[in-house]
């Protein structure tokens, strides 16, 4: 089968140097001392989200391995031309795109409108699962637990606020703009992190309760009635480094959890008993459904004061570092369900071919 892989290369080039970071607004109050003198080069998480030539080698290499034909097109400004010209029986899509909070269902929707079967979710619902208000206001609809909430992208004067709150970008991923501040106490923590995040990402802060309960994040496969839950992992907050919040914040995932100084952060299977299993995997068979996910996807959990798991993230477009030394977590879960990454890359690649019915023609 002719597949070709559609996916965003980090720009290693384009990351910022050090003397930009000191003079980056509000920027000294969030980042650890430490981290602004010895990893300044890798601070900028402008390409957090796209992948590296390693995953993208990785990918091909799981597909070539399996007698694909594959092909690799660059989700660039030429993006719509060379996938016609690769004639592609299916892609297999990685793309996160750069322009706008749309970009994740740009690649998709371009498929859609040349009518090429791809991987994953459709544009809408990719769409809506990278905003992340949006994307809460379904499971909301649905009555899938998830923290209160709300959006602000100019100071708050609210003085009846009850804290901590949480402060995120309201669309981005790979924990991109979540940094050790993000965990707010006050009014003037909130009103500042609200500001860093205007600065740096132009986009308003999605402010939710915080919850300081256990942390959990499950890889989905399949569709329909046929959806797997792969071991569900545990995210060992008491794994990182002291004086840090509990929160895989961005210093945490890309500084101090390494493969040269790999955290013991996830742990799969997560030690939890039967009851809990259940209500988490009943929680992620019902988000996977009522926002329409297709083939795969990760869901990030938390539990509340009443051990209720509530919904962090929804994310479409999990990250598959093929290193086992990198704490990725859909691979991991993978693993531990007894799937090598080439297993995996081609389990995800035949839902969509059986979604499709690309093997009944």
């Given at each position: 089968?002719?597949?070709?892989?559609?996916?965003?290369?980090?720009?290693?080039?384009?990351?910022?140097?050090?003397?930009?970071?000191?003079?980056?607004?509000?920027?000294?109050?969030?980042?650890?001392?430490?981290?602004?003198?010895?990893?300044?080069?890798?601070?900028?998480?402008?390409?957090?989200?796209?992948?590296?030539?390693?995953?993208?080698?990785?990918?091909?290499?799981?597909?070539?391995?399996?007698?694909?034909?594959?092909?690799?097109?660059?989700?660039?400004?030429?993006?719509?031309?060379?996938?016609?010209?690769?004639?592609?029986?299916?892609?297999?899509?990685?793309?996160?795109?750069?322009?706008?909070?749309?970009?994740?269902?740009?690649?998709?929707?371009?498929?859609?409108?040349?009518?090429?079967?791809?991987?994953g979710s459709d544009s809408i619902t990719i769409g809506i699962c990278h905003n992340?208000?949006?994307?809460?206001?379904?499971?909301?609809?649905?009555?899938?637990?998830?923290?209160?909430?709300?959006?602000?992208?100019?100071?708050?004067?609210?003085?009846?606020?009850?804290?901590?709150?949480?402060?995120?970008?309201?669309?981005?991923?790979?924990?991109?703009?979540?940094?050790?501040?993000?965990?707010?106490?006050?009014?003037?923590?909130?009103?500042?992190?609200?500001?860093?995040?205007?600065?740096?990402?132009?986009?308003?802060?999605?402010?939710?309760?915080?919850?300081?309960?256990?942390?959990?994040?499950?890889?989905?496969?399949?569709?329909?009635?046929?959806?797997?839950?792969?071991?569900?992992?545990?995210?060992?907050?008491?794994?990182?480094?002291?004086?840090?919040?509990?929160?895989?914040?961005?210093?945490?995932?890309?500084?101090?959890?390494?493969?040269?100084?790999?955290?013991?952060?996830?742990?799969?299977?997560?030690?939890?008993?039967?009851?809990?299993?259940?209500?988490?995997?009943?929680?992620?068979?019902?988000?996977?459904?009522?926002?329409?996910?297709?083939?795969?996807?990760?869901?990030?959990?938390?539990?509340?004061?009443?051990?209720?798991?509530?919904?962090?993230?929804?994310?479409?477009?999990?990250?598959?570092?093929?290193?086992?030394?990198?704490?990725?977590?859909?691979?991991?879960?993978?693993?531990?369900?007894?799937?090598?990454?080439?297993?995996?890359?081609?389990?995800?690649?035949?839902?969509?071919?059986?979604?499709?019915?690309?093997?009944?023609?």
């Amino acid at each position: 089968m002719r597949v070709t892989v559609t996916y965003n290369i980090k720009k290693e080039e384009n990351l910022t140097n050090l003397s930009n970071f000191k003079n980056r607004h509000n920027f000294k109050h969030f980042i650890n001392k430490n981290l602004l003198n010895n990893y300044a080069e890798r601070i900028d998480d402008t390409f957090a989200e796209w992948d590296s030539f390693e995953t993208i080698d990785a990918i091909r290499n799981a597909l070539e391995n399996r007698s694909h034909e594959v092909t690799l097109v660059e989700a660039d400004i030429n993006v719509c031309e060379n996938l016609k010209a690769s004639e592609p029986d299916i892609v297999f899509n990685v793309a996160e795109g750069f322009w706008g909070q749309s970009r994740e269902s740009q690649v998709p929707a371009i498929l859609e409108m040349l009518n090429i079967p791809f991987t994953g979710s459709d544009s809408i619902t990719i769409g809506i699962c990278h905003n992340k208000a949006r994307c809460k206001e379904i499971l909301s609809y649905y009555k899938i637990p998830n923290a209160d909430f709300f959006i602000a992208d100019t100071p708050v004067e609210k003085k009846n606020l009850k804290f901590p709150k949480f402060v995120k970008p309201l669309h981005e991923g790979s924990s991109k703009g979540i940094y050790n501040s993000s965990i707010v106490y006050n009014l003037e923590q909130l009103n500042s992190e609200i500001d860093r995040i205007k600065s740096n990402y132009n986009q308003p802060s999605l402010i939710e309760d915080f919850l300081e309960g256990r942390e959990f994040t499950v890889a989905m496969l399949g569709n329909n009635d046929n959806v797997k839950i792969l071991p569900i992992i545990e995210v060992k907050l008491d794994s990182i480094p002291q004086d840090f919040p509990n929160i895989y914040s961005y210093e945490v995932k890309w500084f101090f959890d390494t493969r040269e100084n790999q955290l013991d952060i996830f742990e799969c299977p997560a030690k939890i008993d039967s009851s809990l299993k259940e209500r988490i995997e009943k929680v992620c068979m019902s988000t996977f459904k009522s926002l329409q996910l297709r083939d795969w996807a990760r869901i990030d959990l938390r539990l509340d004061k009443n051990n209720i798991p509530n919904v962090l993230e929804v994310n479409p477009l999990p990250g598959i570092l093929p290193d086992p030394r990198d704490n990725s977590c859909y691979p991991k879960a993978a693993r531990t369900a007894g799937m090598n990454y080439e297993a995996m890359i081609n389990a995800v690649l035949n839902e969509a071919i059986k979604r499709y019915k690309l093997n009944e023609n």
